[in-house]
């Protein structure tokens, strides 16, 4: 009866099976949801941001320009398009140039 007793003790303070189970793969999975949430900067926009640092307004919109052509329905693309023109002071072309939805 004392091992019984003593046991019962033991298993009180312990987590159960099951539980001990889940929290092993959730910290598992923990770090890959983390690193997933990352978002790495796509090729394009780095390039787009070195040149903006460096104020070369057409080479920046020369990426932006083949980006578009490849993803015309893009709002990061687009968005970064109008920031160049804004920055570079030629935003009349976006009136003139025909914007379309």
Do not use: C
């Not at 020369?62 to 052509?69: C, F, K, N, P």
């Not at 970064?80 to 023109?85: Q, T």
């Amino acid at each position: 009866m004392y091992l019984d007793l003593e046991y019962a003790a033991r298993r009180k303070n312990l987590i159960p099976p099951h539980v001990a189970i889940a929290i092993v793969i959730i910290a598992m999975l923990f770090p890959v949801a983390v690193a997933s949430g990352q978002d790495l900067t796509p090729a394009w926009l780095a390039q787009v941001r070195i040149f903006v640092e460096l104020h070369d307004w057409p080479s920046a919109m020369s990426v932006i320009e083949q980006q578009l052509a490849r993803a015309p329905q893009d709002m990061d693309v687009r968005a970064w398009r109008a920031r160049i023109l804004v920055w570079s002071d030629r935003h009349e072309i976006t009136f003139s140039s025909g914007w379309t939805n």
